[in-house]
């Protein structure tokens, strides 16, 4: 959902920030669990209404 190439392709964020911050979540050096969970949210809002997906 949150790939690289989906991230560049809708544009809304910025692809090497949102990987940093899911491996940083990923090794416990930060809990971004609300922040991915967000931005995944509005993927697939965005996939659902705008893309017809």
Partial sequence: CLSE???KNRGLFNPSAVSNLIKRDRAK??????LIFSMMSIEMW???FLDKR
């Fill in 5 to 7: 190439s989906s991230l």
């Fill in 29 to 34: 050096q930060i809990d971004a669990t609300f």
């Fill in 46 to 48: 965005c996939r659902q």
